[in-house]
């Protein structure tokens, strides 16, 4: 109970959200809407997963909103050109790859302090893209929205997917020896590095898997419309690294777990539509998502000091 | 690079001197290959074009020496300009107060940033991730979005358009930062800590130094540099809106570094930043006389970063290689 | 240490010496030049919003058409980013760049006028479109449809689909966006004078993104049971409202409106979920901006005029505004007849 105090603490912010939500807007729990918002938040959360997974491992990135961008527009690009889906899931999926496979290589190969390589790709990619694609929307062909699927069985199919990746990625982290590793390598790559662990190459696979998750999740967010905005994946960054700090994962590394990540994203993927749902304006969002990282952040040091005093 | 070098040799291939060649470098393409881009017009403008990131940058060199970081100072630039602009345009003071006022704004939030840092020991990252959203939150909310400051008098608008004894108003300011954060890193005992701190926290500490303070003093003078920032970027704006400065610490954050400084802290100079903030200043301002789209100047500049990162990783790299090679000749048997 | 900054200080000044060595080339040098002779190549610098933006590529594409057809050689640059400040140092850029004559579509009236007054002390002229500067600022703005028209065009449209006591909500860009407060100003004007019944519930931002205008849009529906219209007075707002609509199933129960490009919004205009895309022909704009900055830089343009005939067509002044003409509203029926 108490070595999961943070997560059930962030659990409980969300909770209390909830529950005024549903005394003062219950028109905020009508399933449709909450439906769409569940599906466009499954986008997110995927980023999240990966995001997490990096920063447990003592690193960052702040690329990915730029790859989810790029990887937005090749997605699209390639269904305009006819590919069948599965070809273009894949082709996504591995651009995104990439992408992490560059980040990686000058992180884990050379050393590179992961902040500035991340900084200096995600100002490239994004400029690279804006100057080839000028604004310009991609439109998709028909038949890709949903995946082919209705609109509610298309959106089920993406939270569900969501959702069963983070189950099958926490079981993961747990119970298999690369969870470990990555944990051991945030914590102290020295250390991992004495005991066997191969730090430089867990930190390459962790780029390369972020980059890939990226490129899932762009394509899960192309089939929710019919037009690409190459625009897509600004404020991304931000938005999941949020998410997994309020969840709980500490950003020295080596502690934390998907499940206080999956509380932290819908905490703040809430609070939008809540602000309408309670008619607050909407210029009150950005100090209200600042307040609750710095709230999670005094949470997160808190804890350590009593950990620290403890232990 | 044994101890026989001469020191002029060590001198250059410094990360510095190399940055200057890449500076230098940059002038002579941009003025052969651009447009009237070697006048002086120009250079007063490449100048006061980056006033206000140069004064970030230079803040934000103490901070990351000490291995610490802050992504707060743009959006506190945007806080403090629209604040300049109220307690000028709806408090009726006047202009000199409503500096000051200001400029007590930045040192409490950096003072915010200062607390939760070294009080609470939270990690700069965070803490100043929060406080990015928070003060571009709280510019938001004050002007409902919507409201904006301009009109100012002639007599500031002076400090941010005109020239003053022939150069840009907003020099002498810059000027004198730079003189006072040289100072203070290099050549006070003070400074000198900073790069200790931000090799070995504890060391520093069990050799008496108070840590928390000198820590919490970088980010109090960050956010008192913002303010500056901000009042020299309404003048030379001419309007206070709550984006005021949108992006402006990733860019001082990228000049830092380019200008050699480990984003871990330890190492670092002042004119190294100087340097990094140089470098980028001209390039944006020559890919325009060149006639090529901005976004180039974008593209250039993370290319730029990643050299700079990979140039200096590689004599050890190198020296790496030679040391293992060595040693295998070494360990291979004799007969 | 002493050795770099002797370096440092040496080579500083041997730069510099290069520098004033080659003093402006501008072709500008006094404050009073008048006209040069026709027949000169002249450069037209143009300035968008921001880069990246579909609507401003569209006027590009008419503004190239137009420097082709005068043999002058266009520059377009603009902002990549949210920095307010962004605008100013590409105008400044190009003074010291030299060119004749500046067009720019403003994003922060008050702060580009600084830049733009700079432009003109030297020599330069300068013309606004899309989104004016102050007055004193420029010579001329082509106006593409006035902020009030735009306003009341946007409010018309949405009474005449709408019942008199109708609830309606905006979908804006971002907040600190001048030129969509402008039309929020008349929007509210128009509606308080004509159609007081009409409720406007909430003002929502999309920082220009359509699926950030998508979520907002989903809230929206489901706060406000009795929404009967969406404006989105953002371009990527308009597809993005629209796609939420028909995602909540109400198509057609809740109307779409809104300012946007004709290809963004015809599978959604020929579906029936968005009712009405108000704007102009950009590629006009664009070509009738760089007509007029030509002809501005070359003398034949003068204040006072009262027409200007830019190709074929000609246009009326009003003032100091070149006027494109109405506000083009593109409906089911006339939407395919436009690409951009």
Same mark, same amino acid.
């Given at each position: 109970?108490?070595?999961?105090?943070?997560?059930?603490?962030?659990?409980?912010?969300?909770?209390?959200?909830?529950?005024?939500?549903?005394?003062?807007?219950?028109?905020?729990?009508?399933?449709?809407?909450?439906?769409?918002?569940?599906?466009?938040?499954?986008?997110?959360?995927?980023?999240?997963?990966?995001?997490?997974?990096?920063?447990?491992?003592?690193?960052?990135?702040?690329?990915?909103?730029?790859?989810?961008?790029?990887?937005?527009?090749?997605?699209?690009?390639?269904?305009?050109?006819?590919?069948?889906?599965?070809?273009?899931?894949?082709?996504?999926?591995?651009?995104?790859?990439?992408?992490?496979?560059?980040?990686?290589?000058?992180?884990?190969?050379?050393?590179?302090?992961?902040?500035?390589?991340?900084?200096?790709?995600?100002?490239?990619?994004?400029?690279?893209?804006?100057?080839?694609?000028?604004?310009?929307?991609?439109?998709?062909?028909?038949?890709?929205?949903?995946?082919?699927?209705?609109?509610?069985? $298309?959106?089920?199919?993406? =939270?569900?997917?969501?959702?069963? &990746? @983070?189950?099958?990625?926490?079981? /993961?982290?747990? %119970? *298999?020896?690369?969870?470990?590793?990555?944990?051991?390598?945030?914590?102290?790559?020295?250390?991992?590095?004495?005991?066997?662990?191969?730090?430089?190459?867990?930190?390459?696979?962790?780029?390369?898997?972020?980059?890939?998750?990226?490129?899932?999740?762009?394509?899960?967010?192309?089939?929710?419309?019919?037009?690409?905005?190459?625009?897509?994946?600004?404020?991304?960054?931000?938005?999941?690294?949020?998410?997994?700090?309020?969840?709980?994962?500490?950003?020295?590394?080596?502690? $934390?777990?998907?499940?206080? =990540?999956?509380?932290?994203?819908? &905490? @703040?993927?809430?609070?939008?539509? /809540?602000?309408? %749902? *309670?008619?607050?304006?909407?210029?009150?969002?950005?100090?209200?998502?600042?307040?609750?990282?710095?709230?999670?952040?005094?949470?997160?040091?808190?804890?350590?000091?009593?950990?620290?005093?403890?232990? | 690079?044994?101890?026989?070098?001469?020191?002029?040799?060590?001198?250059?291939?410094?990360?510095?001197?190399?940055?200057?060649?890449?500076?230098?470098?940059?002038?002579?393409?941009?003025?052969?290959?651009?447009?009237?881009?070697?006048?002086?017009?120009?250079?007063?403008?490449?100048?006061?074009?980056?006033?206000?990131?140069?004064?970030?940058?230079?803040?934000?060199?103490?901070?990351?020496?000490?291995?610490?970081?802050?992504?707060?100072?743009?959006?506190?630039?945007?806080?403090?300009?629209?604040?300049?602009?109220?307690?000028?345009?709806?408090?009726?003071?006047?202009?000199?107060?409503?500096?000051?006022?200001?400029?007590?704004?930045?040192?409490?939030?950096?003072?915010?940033?200062?607390?939760?840092?070294?009080?609470?020991?939270?990690?700069?990252?965070?803490?100043?991730?929060?406080?990015?959203?928070?003060?571009?939150?709280?510019?938001?909310?004050?002007?409902?979005?919507?409201?904006?400051?301009?009109?100012?008098?002639?007599?500031?608008?002076?400090?941010?358009?005109?020239?003053?004894?022939?150069?840009?108003?907003?020099?002498?300011?810059?000027?004198?930062?730079?003189?006072?954060?040289?100072?203070?890193?290099?050549?006070?005992?003070?400074?000198?800590?900073?790069?200790?701190?931000?090799?070995?926290?504890?060391?520093?500490?069990?050799?008496?130094?108070?840590?928390?303070?000198?820590?919490?003093?970088?980010?109090?003078?960050?956010?008192?540099?913002?303010?500056?920032?901000?009042?020299?970027?309404?003048?030379?704006?001419?309007?206070?809106?709550?984006?005021?400065?949108?992006?402006?610490?990733?860019?001082?954050?990228?000049?830092?570094?380019?200008?050699?400084?480990?984003?871990?802290?330890?190492?670092?100079?002042?004119?190294?930043?100087?340097?990094?903030?140089?470098?980028?200043?001209?390039?944006?301002?020559?890919?325009?006389?060149?006639?090529?789209?901005?976004?180039?100047?974008?593209?250039?500049?993370?290319?730029?970063?990643?050299?700079?990162?990979?140039?200096?990783?590689?004599?050890?790299?190198?020296?790496?290689?030679?040391?293992?090679?060595?040693?295998?000749?070494?360990?291979?048997?004799?007969? | 240490?002493?050795?770099?900054?002797?370096?440092?200080?040496?080579?500083?000044?041997?730069?510099?010496?290069?520098?004033?060595?080659?003093?402006?080339?501008?072709?500008?040098?006094?404050?009073?030049?008048?006209?040069?002779?026709?027949?000169?190549?002249?450069?037209?610098?143009?300035?968008?919003?921001?880069?990246?933006?579909?609507?401003?590529?569209?006027?590009?594409?008419?503004?190239?058409?137009?420097?082709?057809?005068?043999?002058?050689?266009?520059?377009?640059?603009?902002?990549?980013?949210?920095?307010?400040?962004?605008?100013?140092?590409?105008?400044?850029?190009?003074?010291?760049?030299?060119?004749?004559?500046?067009?720019?579509?403003?994003?922060?009236?008050?702060?580009?006028?600084?830049?733009?007054?700079?432009?003109?002390?030297?020599?330069?002229?300068?013309?606004?479109?899309?989104?004016?500067?102050?007055?004193?600022?420029?010579?001329?703005?082509?106006?593409?449809?006035?902020?009030?028209?735009?306003?009341?065009?946007?409010?018309?449209?949405?009474?005449?689909?709408?019942?008199?006591?109708?609830?309606?909500?905006?979908?804006?860009?971002?907040?600190?966006?001048?030129?969509?407060?402008?039309?929020?100003?008349?929007?509210?004007?128009?509606?308080?004078?004509?159609?007081?019944?009409?409720?406007?519930?909430?003002?929502?931002?999309?920082?220009?993104?359509?699926?950030?205008?998508?979520?907002?849009?989903?809230?929206?529906?489901?706060?406000?049971?009795?929404?009967?219209?969406?404006?989105?007075?953002?371009?990527?707002?308009?597809?993005?409202?629209?796609?939420?609509?028909?995602?909540?199933?109400?198509?057609?129960?809740?109307?779409?409106?809104?300012?946007?490009?004709?290809?963004?919004?015809?599978?959604?205009?020929?579906?029936?979920?968005?009712?009405?895309?108000?704007?102009?022909?950009?590629?006009?704009?664009?070509?009738?901006?760089?007509?007029?900055?030509?002809?501005?830089?070359?003398?034949?343009?003068?204040?006072?005029?009262?027409?200007?005939?830019?190709?074929?067509?000609?246009?009326?002044?009003?003032?100091?505004?070149?006027?494109?003409?109405?506000?083009?509203?593109?409906?089911?029926?006339?939407?395919?007849?436009?690409?951009?």
């Amino acid at each position: 109970m108490k070595k999961y105090f943070r997560e059930l603490s962030v659990a409980g912010a969300l909770g209390i959200l909830l529950i005024v939500l549903a005394i003062l807007a219950p028109s905020f729990y009508s399933p449709q809407p909450l439906l769409s918002l569940a599906a466009r938040a499954s986008v997110s959360l995927v980023v999240a997963l990966g995001m997490a997974l990096v920063i447990i491992a003592r690193e960052i990135d702040i690329s990915v909103g730029s790859m989810f961008a790029v990887c937005s527009v090749c997605a699209g690009l390639f269904a305009a050109m006819h590919w069948p889906l599965a070809l273009v899931i894949v082709a996504s999926i591995l651009v995104g790859a990439v992408f992490g496979a560059f980040n990686g290589a000058l992180v884990a190969g050379l050393g590179l302090p992961s902040i500035v390589v991340t900084l200096a790709t995600m100002v490239t990619w994004q400029e690279g893209l804006r100057w080839l694609r000028q604004g310009e929307f991609v439109n998709l062909p028909d038949g890709m929205q949903w995946f082919g699927f209705s609109q509610r069985l $298309g959106q089920w199919t993406l =939270v569900i997917g969501s959702i069963a &990746l @983070l189950l099958l990625l926490a079981l /993961a982290m747990k %119970h *298999l020896s690369i969870g470990r590793f990555i944990y051991a390598v945030g914590s102290d790559a020295e250390v991992a590095r004495l005991s066997g662990i191969p730090p430089r190459f867990t930190t390459f696979l962790i780029f390369v898997f972020m980059g890939a998750l990226v490129g899932l999740a762009a394509i899960m967010n192309i089939v929710q419309s019919p037009q690409v905005d190459p625009q897509s994946g600004n404020g991304l960054e931000l938005k999941v690294i949020a998410a997994v700090v309020v969840g709980g994962v500490s950003i020295s590394g080596g502690r $934390g777990n998907l499940w206080g =990540v999956f509380a932290g994203l819908l &905490l @703040l993927a809430c609070i939008s539509p /809540a602000l309408t %749902h *309670l008619h607050i304006e909407a210029y009150w969002e950005k100090a209200i998502q600042g307040v609750i990282i710095l709230l999670a952040v005094v949470a997160e040091g808190l804890r350590s000091r009593k950990a620290l005093d403890h232990g | 690079m044994n101890a026989k070098q001469p020191t002029w040799k060590k001198n250059l291939f410094r990360h510095e001197a190399i940055l200057l060649v890449v500076l230098i470098a940059e002038w002579i393409f941009f003025d052969v290959i651009g447009r009237n881009f070697g006048t002086y017009d120009n250079s007063c403008d490449i100048l006061r074009h980056s006033c206000e990131i140069g004064l970030l940058a230079l803040a934000m060199t103490p901070i990351i020496l000490t291995g610490g970081i802050d992504l707060s100072v743009g959006s506190l630039l945007g806080l403090c300009a629209i604040l300049f602009g109220k307690f000028w345009r709806d408090a009726h003071l006047p202009i000199p107060v409503a500096a000051l006022c200001t400029l007590g704004v930045g040192a409490l939030a950096g003072g915010l940033n200062a607390a939760l840092i070294t009080r609470l020991r939270l990690p700069p990252l965070i803490v100043t991730l929060g406080t990015f959203s928070l003060f571009r939150g709280l510019a938001e909310a004050i002007t409902r979005g919507v409201d904006t400051f301009t009109n100012f008098p002639n007599s500031f608008l002076f400090l941010g358009q005109e020239r003053w004894l022939g150069i840009p108003a907003q020099a002498p300011i810059f000027i004198g930062a730079v003189i006072f954060f040289w100072l203070l890193v290099h050549q006070t005992t003070f400074g000198r800590t900073f790069r200790a701190l931000g090799f070995a926290p504890e060391g520093v500490r069990f050799a008496g130094v108070p840590v928390e303070r000198r820590i919490a003093m970088t980010y109090v003078l960050a956010g008192i540099i913002s303010a500056i920032a901000a009042i020299i970027y309404t003048a030379r704006l001419g309007q206070a809106k709550a984006d005021a400065g949108n992006g402006y610490e990733l860019y001082a954050i990228t000049a830092v570094v380019l200008g050699g400084t480990s984003i871990f802290g330890g190492t670092g100079s002042v004119h190294g930043t100087l340097l990094g903030v140089a470098a980028i200043a001209v390039l944006q301002s020559g890919i325009v006389h060149a006639l090529q789209p901005s976004e180039m100047a974008g593209m250039l500049t993370g290319a730029l970063l990643i050299l700079a990162l990979t140039s200096s990783v590689l004599p050890k790299m190198i020296s790496g290689l030679r040391a293992r090679k060595s040693a295998l000749k070494l360990s291979k048997p004799i007969a | 240490m002493k050795r770099f900054l002797s370096y440092f200080c040496s080579l500083a000044v041997a730069a510099s010496m290069i520098g004033c060595g080659k003093n402006s080339e501008a072709p500008a040098a006094g404050g009073n030049q008048t006209s040069k002779p026709s027949g000169k190549k002249l450069t037209v610098a143009l300035l968008p919003k921001s880069k990246g933006n579909a609507y401003f590529i569209s006027c590009q594409k008419g503004a190239q058409k137009a420097a082709g057809e005068l043999g002058d050689e266009l520059i377009f640059d603009g902002p990549t980013g949210t920095d307010p400040a962004k605008q100013n140092e590409i105008v400044e850029n190009w003074i010291t760049l030299g060119v004749d004559v500046i067009a720019a579509a403003c994003e922060n009236k008050e702060g580009i006028s600084t830049a733009l007054r700079k432009a003109q002390s030297k020599g330069i002229k300068v013309i606004t479109y899309d989104a004016d500067a102050l007055p004193d600022a420029r010579s001329f703005f082509v106006n593409q449809a006035t902020p009030q028209g735009i306003g009341y065009t946007l409010m018309d449209q949405a009474a005449q689909l709408c019942s008199s006591n109708a609830e309606f909500a905006i979908i804006t860009a971002s907040l600190t966006a001048a030129n969509q407060q402008e039309w929020q100003k008349y929007i509210e004007e128009d509606r308080a004078k004509n159609y007081p019944n009409m409720k406007m519930v909430a003002v929502k931002p999309c920082d220009d993104l359509k699926d950030k205008a998508q979520s907002e849009t989903t809230a929206l529906l489901s706060t406000y049971p009795n929404l009967k219209l969406v404006m989105a007075i953002c371009s990527p707002g308009v597809p993005g409202a629209a796609e939420a609509v028909k995602q909540a199933g109400k198509t057609g129960q809740v109307k779409v409106i809104g300012l946007g490009l004709p290809n963004e919004n015809k599978i959604y205009v020929h579906g029936g979920v968005t009712q009405a895309v108000v704007l102009w022909n950009t590629m006009d704009l664009g070509y009738l901006t760089v007509q007029a900055a030509d002809a501005l830089a070359r003398g034949t343009l003068k204040p006072g005029d009262a027409s200007f005939k830019a190709g074929s067509q000609t246009y009326e002044i009003q003032g100091d505004n070149i006027m494109l003409g109405k506000p083009f509203v593109f409906t089911k029926d006339n939407i395919d007849q436009f690409d951009f």
